[in-house]
C-alpha cells in the first residue's frame, strides 16, 4: 500500500508538469527509519497544484482551495483526460493504514491521517512536497 | 478469455505504463474477441497496484466489455484500487 500512494502521487508530479517544468525536471526522493518510524519524502519543482487546476477551475482562488479540490474532488488538471482519482486514493488509504501525509503546494499545507486539515501558510513552496510517516 | 496481469508485471504504477500495458491487451490480447465474451481479469500474482495504471486497464476493458470478471483481488493495494475505480472512475463491476 505505501507503494501504491507513493507511487500516486511521484506519478502526478510527472503527469502534470510534462512539457511544463518550472524548475529542476524530475522528483527528489528518499526515506528513512527513524525510531523505528518510516519517513518518506517526495518533492518536485513543478508548478504547483494550484497552476494545475487553475485552467480546469476558474473559480480557483489559491493554493488551500486548490489542494481542497485535489484531494475531493474528481477532477484533473489534465481534462478533458478522464482522470482525477489518484489523490482521492491517497487520501483514502492514508486514513485506513495509519500513515500521516503532510502536503504542501504554493502557500498551503495539508494534514491527512484520521483526520484533515488544510490551511494556508506565509512560507512558499515552489511545486509540490510530500511527506509520509508511517509506525 | 482470461487476462493475467502479472504478464504485465508485479508493480503496477503509473498512466504511462497502464496505457502501454492496455495498448499492448488490444494488440495480442483482446484483438477480434468478441464483445459479448467473458473476460476474466486475473490479479494474482500483483504486489502492488495503483488506480492510476489500473484507470488505464481496468476501466477501458470494463467500458468496452461487459461481461467481465475480477478474480484473485486479495491484495490490499488492488483492493483499494478497485474501490477508487467504482467511486471516482464509474466503474461497475461485481468485485
Known sequence: MISAIVGEIGNNSFDHNIGSWVGVMGIFFGYE???KKLKIVLADAGKGVFNSLKKVKINLKNDKDALYVAFNEKISGRAPESRGN???FVKANIKNTGMHLTFFSGNAKA?????????SIDKYYQGCIAIINFK | MKIEL??????????????????????????DVDKSEEIEIDFEGIKVMAPSWADEVITKV???????????????SV??????LKEFSGLSLVI
Open chain 1, 33 to 35: 527509519f527513524v525510531e
Open chain 1, 86 to 88: 489518484g489523490l482521492k
Open chain 2, 79 to 84: 483492493k483499494a484500487t478497485l474501490k477508487t
Open chain 2, 6 to 31: 502479472k504478464k504485465f508485471g508485479d508493480i503496477l504504477i503509473s498512466r504511462p505504463a497502464g496505457r502501454e500495458a492496455y495498448l499492448a491487451m488490444l494488440a495480442y490480447i483482446l484483438k
Open chain 2, 62 to 76: 470494463a467500458e468496452n466489455y461487459k461481461n467481465i470478471k475480477l478474480i484473485n483481488t486479495e491484495n490490499s
Open chain 1, 111 to 119: 494534514d491527512f491521517n484520521n483526520f484533515e486539515e488544510i490551511v
